[in-house]
């Protein structure tokens, strides 16, 4: 249901009260089916929105109303059935509300849950979840993937020296930057400590080896300005699709970014799937 369409979660939801309200008349007045109201209320509060949880909850207390009036109810007061309907409106809504609100909370909960707490990239695991979609999508269809590996070069010593503070301060800024520099279907990361990732989806060599050479100068140009002392060492692997395990990708990658830190740092290292590495 939560990949269905907006106007078939509505069409089961009003389905199953019309269903419920059938129940209901068939069963007549002494067995009560209030309860059974609910489920499509809820469904259509739960995977669809909230203006449609309160339509189909509009449906239930009118169904509801009508199905005792067929069924033969008799009042004291004309004014009664009207009035029962009415509870059972603020009844179906406030469950509208709170399945509402307990489904935002739990895709809060969830965002947060997959989301670096600093810098508001996406965190490993989530990095990892995607990487392995990516890489199985990439190797079944043959189609070109990227991964960039970036590190921190003097970061530890800034951290030490200028404090933690700054040290967060570097880190908020190469986030912001990764989010601003790559496309909106590439995924940038931070792994941990003064480590990144982007993951650059139908992206062949020569796209990765633009996208890093932008990303490096506006990071350089970034930390320039804030006078931090810092370099990026950077790892680039373009998988053709051979690559079907994401921890072979990483591995790969992760080397060549250890390559580029053992020669010198402040490069770049690329790698193409049948080919030797590239420095610049």
């Known amino acids: 249901m939560e990949r269905a369409a907006p106007a078939l979660i509505a069409a089961t939801g009003l389905a199953l009260v019309v269903a419920v309200g059938a129940v209901d008349y068939a069963t007549g007045e002494e067995l009560s089916s209030s309860i059974f109201y609910v489920l499509p209320i809820g469904l259509a509060a739960w995977y669809g929105s909230r203006r449609m949880g309160v339509l189909v909850g509009v449906a239930g207390a009118c169904t509801w109303y009508a199905a005792d009036s067929a069924a033969g109810a008799v009042y004291s007061a004309a004014w009664i059935p009207f009035w029962n309907a009415g509870v059972r409106l603020l009844f179906f ?6 399945l509402v609100r307990l ?17 508001g990239l996406a965190n490993g695991r989530r990095f990892l ?13 043959r189609r070109p993937l990227s991964l960039a590996y970036v590190d921190l070069d ?10 933690h503070a700054a040290g967060d301060d570097i880190l908020e800024t190469v986030g912001t930057i990764l989010t601003a520099s790559v496309r909106a279907t590439d995924l940038p990361a931070r792994l941990g400590g003064d480590e990144f990732a982007v993951l650059l989806p139908e992206t062949d060599a020569v796209h990765a080896r633009e996208a890093a050479s932008k990303v490096r100068v506006v990071l350089e140009t970034a930390m320039s300005e804030g006078h ?20 072979n990708l990483i591995g790969l990658t992760d080397g060549l970014m250890y390559e580029a830190k053992k020669t010198g740092k402040g490069r ?6 049948g080919s030797s590495p590239e420095r610049s």
């Open 93 to 98: 809504l406030l469950i509208v509300e709170l």
């Open 103 to 119: 489904h935002q909370a739990l895709a809060m909960q969830k965002e947060l849950a997959e989301r670096d707490s600093l810098t």
């Open 129 to 141: 979840s995607v990487l392995k979609a990516e890489v199985s999508r990439s190797h079944r269809y």
């Open 154 to 163: 003097g970061f530890k010593a800034v951290n030490d020296s200028s404090g």
């Open 228 to 247: 931090w002392p810092i370099g990026f060492s950077m790892g680039v692997y373009t998988s053709l699709g051979g690559i079907g395990d994401a921890d």
């Open 268 to 273: 770049t290292v690329f790698g193409v799937e």
